[in-house]
Structures are given as C-alpha cells and as structure tokens.
C-alpha cells in the first residue's frame, strides 16, 4: 500500500524524544528488516562561466563532478557520525548524478541511497546531497564565490513502516 505524502500528526513523529523529553536513539531492534530506499536532491547555481568550466573538467582543482560524487558517497557513509542520533546502517548501493542545467544556470544533484535494514535512510541521502553541492562550491570557489546551494529535499522515500513518500514535485 502506497502512503503518498501521508504525515502523522507533529508529536507522534517526534521519535528522538523520550516522554520526558530528553533527546534519545530510537530503539529499532524489534523493527523488521526491509528493503528501504531514498532519493534526495539539491542545486548549485553559478555564473555561465563556471558551469562551462566544471563541464569542460578544466578547473584547476581537478574534476568537479567526479570528486563532488565520491565525497557524496563518502557523506552517505558516514552520516551516523555527522548528524546525532543516526543510526550507523549498511548501506548496499549510493548512486550520485549531476544534470547540468544551462537555463539556471548551475547543476542538479540528485543521490539515491539503499539499504536492507530497520530504520530509513533519508538522513543518509540528505547528507550526500549536501556534501555534493558543498563540493561542488568548494572546488570551484576560486572562480565564482556567488554560487548558491538551493532545494536540498527529500524527492522519495520507500519502504518501511510508514510506507512511500514522494515529493509534490522534483527539482
């Protein structure tokens, strides 16, 4: 059953807290285990001059894309240990794809994050976008310091207790 854009009321998804509270770890032992994926997204809008650099793999930094994909997996990996109460999950596949777009202009970063296990990994797909833009703009800072990161969100999510979501509508 697909439960698209189904939200709970506010204090029920408040899971960090306890009835106190106090912040906590979600206690997932007793969850199932399934197969669970998700996708986020984000932009990166720069000068003409600087899509047609990164493109062109000519930044004197080296390859932009490349590296922007490598440290968005790196990210995904070790969310756990950059945002409090993560779970550490094992994570079985991170795709990472850039789409220029010339009209913006700047880059579209979309990550797909999977896993078989018994909590989401939303976090994860979150912060490998992020990282890709902060990637993006770092290794070509030297030419374009206006680049602006925008609509880092959570496109789709499935599998899991609360079932499927889908963002009302893409980047």
Known sequence: MCQENKQAPLADNLTHLDETGAAHMVDVSQKAHTSRIARAGGRVRMQKATLDLILSGNAKKGDVLATARIAAIMAAKRTHELIP???????????????????????????????TGQTGIEMEALTAASVACLTIYDMAKAVDRSMIMEDIK????????????LAERDL
């Open 85 to 115: 109460l993560c779970h550490p999950l094992p994570l079985s596949k991170v795709t990472v794809d850039f789409t220029p777009l010339p009209d913006l202009p700047g880059i579209e970063v979309e990550v797909m994050a999977k896993v």
């Open 154 to 165: 959570l496109l789709e999510k499935a599998g899991g207790k609360s079932g499927h979501f």
